[in-house]
């Protein structure tokens, strides 16, 4: 056959199946290389996963070998922080319990921080704070919660007084849910501002009263209210807690009630 001669049909269709075999064969190489990195990239995306469990483990593990070290003038069967009157005084009774992470604690506090600390000050109610832990998972660090309340602990150990400010600076500055939180050099210089000394950083690094936080106060929340806040005065629960001056007239009524009964209980003994 002369050069340049076109070809015959038996050699055009073994070039068609020549590009045909090129295709599938390109085809299977695309498809192999997609493959390849579907399974590198679910691969990695397990290493992550299992990383953070793993990291959720530990950390969890660790917890639970943490000692219950009970704050000063905490009881094991009461482990509240107490403020306020003293107990069996006559004035009402407030449990109040918080976690860090809840927003809706932080919108009570906004609202009562005040008058709470007016309450208090002036010895017209005993306040039985409980900081809970139980929105943890709700943190990516998984320990927000815990930290938070262990550094409440540490500034009510050093000195009560400034634990309920150094509580409305953490709720100022309230994180979102499912972030990794504040870190632990910005809880301790919300500690500072509220008055703690520079000793609290040793307390809270130490991690001092995770244990209390974890196997004390927070089974003791649990059995009071499964979420928080939880408030109660004199053991009857309030939840009008997002109207001005509510909680206040409310301590106050229950004050004047506790008041009136004991007077009564005087008239009726003479």
């Given at each position: 056959?002369?050069?340049?001669?076109?070809?015959?049909?038996?050699?055009?269709?073994?070039?068609?199946?020549?590009?045909?075999?090129?295709?599938?064969?390109?085809?299977?190489?695309?498809?192999?290389?997609?493959?390849?990195?579907?399974?590198?990239?679910?691969?990695?995306?397990?290493?992550?996963?299992?990383?953070?469990?793993?990291?959720?483990?530990?950390?969890?593990?660790?917890?639970?070998?943490?000692?219950?070290?009970?704050?000063?003038?905490?009881?094991?069967?009461?482990?509240?922080?107490?403020?306020?009157?003293?107990?069996?005084?006559?004035?009402?009774?407030?449990?109040?319990?918080?976690?860090?992470?809840?927003?809706?604690?932080?919108?009570?506090?906004g609202v009562n921080s005040a008058d709470i600390q007016e309450l208090v000050e002036n010895d017209q109610m005993t306040l039985h704070?409980?900081?809970?832990?139980?929105?943890?998972?709700?943190?990516?660090?998984?320990?927000?919660?815990?930290?938070?309340?262990?550094?409440?602990?540490?500034?009510?150990?050093?000195?009560?007084?400034?634990?309920?400010?150094?509580?409305?600076?953490?709720?100022?500055?309230?994180?979102?849910?499912?972030?990794?939180?504040?870190?632990?050099?910005?809880?301790?210089?919300?500690?500072?501002?509220?008055?703690?000394?520079?000793?609290?950083?040793?307390?809270?690094?130490?991690?001092?009263?995770?244990?209390?936080?974890?196997?004390?106060?927070?089974?003791?929340?649990?059995d009071l209210a499964s979420s928080t806040p939880y408030v109660a005065i004199d053991g009857t629960v309030f939840e009008d807690y997002?109207?001005?001056?509510?909680?206040?007239?409310?301590?106050l009524e229950a004050a004047g009630s506790s008041a009136s009964d004991a007077g009564g209980a005087s008239d009726s003994g003479r």
């Amino acid at each position: 056959m002369a050069s340049g001669s076109p070809k015959s049909a038996s050699e055009r269709r073994e070039a068609q199946r020549e590009a045909l075999r090129q295709q599938r064969q390109a085809e299977l190489r695309r498809q192999r290389s997609v493959r390849i990195i579907i399974i590198a990239v679910i691969t990695v995306i397990a290493l992550a996963l299992l990383s953070v469990a793993g990291l959720f483990i530990y950390r969890a593990a660790t917890a639970d070998k943490q000692p219950v070290t009970m704050p000063t003038g905490v009881s094991e069967d009461a482990p509240y922080l107490t403020f306020g009157a003293e107990e069996g005084s006559g004035a009402p009774v407030v449990d109040l319990n918080l976690d860090f992470m809840c927003p809706y604690c932080g919108q009570f506090d906004g609202v009562n921080s005040a008058d709470i600390q007016e309450l208090v000050e002036n010895d017209q109610m005993t306040l039985h704070l409980t900081p809970r832990r139980f929105l943890d998972a709700n943190s990516t660090s998984g320990d927000y919660s815990t930290r938070a309340a262990n550094a409440l602990v540490c500034v009510y150990e050093e000195n009560p007084d400034n634990a309920l400010a150094f509580t409305t600076l953490m709720y100022e500055n309230q994180p979102a849910e499912n972030s990794a939180g504040l870190t632990d050099d910005q809880i301790l210089e919300y500690a500072k501002q509220a008055g703690a000394s520079d000793e609290v950083s040793s307390c809270m690094s130490s991690k001092r009263y995770w244990g209390y936080v974890r196997k004390a106060a927070e089974p003791y929340g649990a059995d009071l209210a499964s979420s928080t806040p939880y408030v109660a005065i004199d053991g009857t629960v309030f939840e009008d807690y997002y109207t001005e001056g509510a909680f206040k007239q409310a301590v106050l009524e229950a004050a004047g009630s506790s008041a009136s009964d004991a007077g009564g209980a005087s008239d009726s003994g003479r």
